[in-house]
């Protein structure tokens, strides 16, 4: 609609004239706070959420084994995540409706019944990884995960459920800063910023199958299906319109750029450090944090784990919101955060059913987390492909998107985006499921 006001704008403005008794300057300051708050939301957050436990544990692993030497592949899956981020974001802005929502409609029962049972088996997976990453991060600090895990898991619930979608955006948003901890990180470990540089634009590769299988992990851990479900719902709930696409837009790729600059330095943290050490191999994302402290300091340490907890915290709140989302997008039943159980009883009983399973397989001791996260893997590796195809085919449909369709340059190297990716994914399933 012409001249309407983007809702970040109108969000913002409403909060800040919600307190008039405030002096004049801090009004200002704080409208200024609010309007950059408002304009940050579901790309941020969708993009730092697979940033997860087992994502750092990945980073570090490649850093770890590699040293710099992948820095160049973190360059091209950002522009792919971007891309992908941002078609994600203008079709639920433009068409009003969540990706689960559009496959049903457009593609069948059949298709939409797929991916649901797949994103509810994958996600259930990566979010009993993420509290058991809760509990690994504050146990650090000598806390028992059979107390750490359950407040947090009480904590997560109480957002989702008993705040408002603005609410709980806000705080999601600020569960972002703790990833700053890894930049600051990379620097205490002195990395050798020209060996970073030339890293980066200088791709270099080696002769054997774990570089591979490391490389299309990287891949797989940075793009996975339920950030961009979660996003598209987002920002359908957040009730952003065509107005508000430009913004939308921009967030989404701000978010993807932000995250993955994120991973960079984890990498470079633990190339500068455990590669150079000749400790070429961690089995957790806590592993890395206990193994920085001999060699870059108890800070470093700290902040792997602030990073870790914070990383956590997000993914175990936003992967029941996503599962959510889809089932009920799929079966037509009410959604939305902070609706009361007798509203969105589906809605509100899945995520409740997420995170009470979660909580109680992650305080079990020697829980088989690798186990786990191998089959997780595998069905996210088959659930990929189809789910960025979806996207691919349904953001460049004249007829859903009309003028706002992908063309041109920015469909071709989508379309790429999504083969290329999809092909790694599968690679990656054929590999773990041979056991190589």
């Not at 979806?390 to 992908?406: C, K, Q, T, V």
């Amino acid at each position: 609609m012409p001249g309407r006001v983007p809702a970040a704008f109108r969000r913002a403005r409403s909060a800040a004239s919600a307190r008039p008794h405030l002096p004049a300057r801090l009004r200002s300051r704080r409208s200024r706070v609010l309007v950059f708050l408002g304009l940050l939301g579901p790309g941020l957050i969708a993009a730092n959420a697979g940033n997860d436990a087992g994502g750092i544990a990945t980073y570090s692993e490649v850093g770890a084994r590699y040293g710099y030497t992948l820095l160049w592949a973190m360059v091209l899956i950002t522009v792919s995540l971007a891309l992908v981020q941002r078609a994600a974001a203008r079709m639920g802005t433009v068409t009003g409706k969540g990706l689960a929502e559009l496959i049903r409609e457009r593609y069948g029962i059949r298709w939409s019944a797929f991916a649901t049972l797949s994103v509810l088996v994958a996600n259930l997976g990566i979010c009993i990884s993420d509290f058991i990453g809760v509990g690994a991060a504050l146990g650090l600090a000598g806390i028992p995960a059979q107390v750490t895990v359950p407040i947090a898991a009480l904590g997560i619930w109480l957002i989702i459920v008993r705040g408002s979608y603005r609410s709980a955006e806000r705080v999601f948003v600020w569960m972002t800063i703790p990833f700053f901890a890894y930049p600051v990180a990379a620097i205490l470990a002195k990395p050798d910023w020209g060996q970073v540089g030339h890293a980066l634009v200088v791709p270099q590769l080696h002769a054997d199958p774990t570089f591979l299988l490391l490389f299309v992990a990287m891949a797989g851990t940075t793009i996975t299906p339920y950030m961009q479900l979660y996003l598209q719902s987002a920002v359908v709930e957040r009730g952003s319109t065509e107005a508000d696409l430009p913004a939308e837009t921009r967030e989404a790729v701000g978010g993807a750029l932000f995250a993955d600059v994120v991973a960079a330095f984890i990498i470079i943290a633990t190339g500068a450090t455990l590669y150079v050490a000749g400790v070429h191999s961690i089995g957790s994302a806590a592993d890395a944090a206990k193994a920085l402290e001999p060699l870059a300091g108890q800070y470093a340490e700290l902040l792997f784990g602030v990073g870790l907890l914070g990383a956590s915290l997000l993914a175990a709140a936003i992967l029941p919101i996503a599962t959510s989302y889809v089932v009920a997008e799929s079966l037509g039943f009410e959604k939305g955060i902070g609706r009361r159980t007798e509203e969105a009883p589906v809605f509100v009983g899945l995520i409740t059913a997420m995170i009470v399973v979660s909580t109680v397989v992650a305080v079990i001791p020697g829980v088989p987390v690798i186990s786990l996260l191998v089959g997780v893997q595998v069905v996210n590796g088959v659930l990929l492909p189809i789910n960025l195809g979806f996207i691919w085919r349904l953001a460049r449909s004249e007829e859903l998107m009309g003028e706002h369709r992908n063309r041109g340059p920015v469909d071709w190297v989508t379309a790429a985006t999504v083969a290329t990716t999809s092909t790694l994914s599968l690679i990656l399933v054929a590999v773990t499921v041979l056991g190589l």
